[in-house]
């Protein structure tokens, strides 16, 4: 793993599937994410991460899944098993709360929503890549759910188109241990960085940091215009 800076202009937090139904209390899939987001202390950290990664003016991009429709699936050749699952559980259902962004980790004002995905690649069938190269943006840090699919799936095809992967280690969460362990093994192998969240903060510090020499300079201007 590299150490990485993050520049507000190059650099993206891409939060994945923030949804009520992943991250709301009563949601379809909450009550089994619930005890690995808690062994991380995911919800904490996404309460500590997003207005850090918004003040540092960090443009931030929602990678959400397919809403659930009835008709999901008709006629199609190859559904896999997960797929099958979430129809039948029709989570994320479109016009139902379930679907409806989580509120406090879904977009606000200024946040750019790609098209969802219909797997676990957030790229995959999408405008993503699309949305984040118009953007300007070489670096991606990922939060959110699942850690060890869409997580995952979004990173690796990331660094695959040539990005910059950041994985934020307890900013994700998985149905059980088996998958954040899953997750850890895996990212050794496509991630630049693993960070866990005040890693994270401390780097956005750093990386907003004005340099001595421009303090310097900026103290120099601002003398010589008070003299004049």
């Not at 899939?29 to 619930?34: E, I, R, W």
């Not at 808690?38 to 950290?45: A, K, L, P, R």
């Not at 946040?111 to 790229?123: I, S």
Request: charge should be negative; aromatic fraction near 8%.
């Amino acid at each position: 793993m590299t150490s990485a800076t993050y520049e507000k202009k190059t650099t993206a937090l891409l939060i994945v599937d923030p949804y009520n139904d992943f991250m709301s209390e009563g949601g379809k899939l909450y009550a089994a994410t619930k005890p690995t987001a808690d062994s991380v202390g995911f919800y904490q950290n996404m309460r500590k991460l997003i207005p850090a990664v918004r003040a540092a003016g960090i443009q931030v991009f929602i990678v959400p899944h397919h809403r659930s429709r009835n008709d999901d699936f008709d006629n199609w050749l190859h559904v896999n098993p997960v797929q099958q699952d979430t129809k039948n559980r029709m989570a994320f259902a479109v016009d139902t709360w379930g679907g409806e962004w989580h509120p406090e980790f879904g977009p606000k004002a200024g946040d750019v929503v790609a098209h969802e995905h219909w797997a676990q690649n957030g790229f995959a069938n999408t405008d993503l890549d699309e949305l984040l190269k118009q953007h300007g943006i070489q670096r991606l840090v990922l939060v959110g759910f699942i850690a060890n699919s869409c997580v995952e799936a979004t990173a690796r095809f990331g660094m695959e188109l040539g990005y910059h992967v950041t994985l934020i280690k307890d900013a994700t969460a998985a149905f059980n241990p088996e998958g954040m362990t899953a997750a850890r093994v895996s990212a050794k192998l496509f991630a630049h960085a693993e960070l866990n969240t005040d890693e994270l903060l401390s780097a956005l510090s750093e990386s907003t940091r004005v340099p001595a020499e421009e303090q310097t300079d900026s103290s120099l201007v601002s003398a010589h215009r008070s003299k004049n």
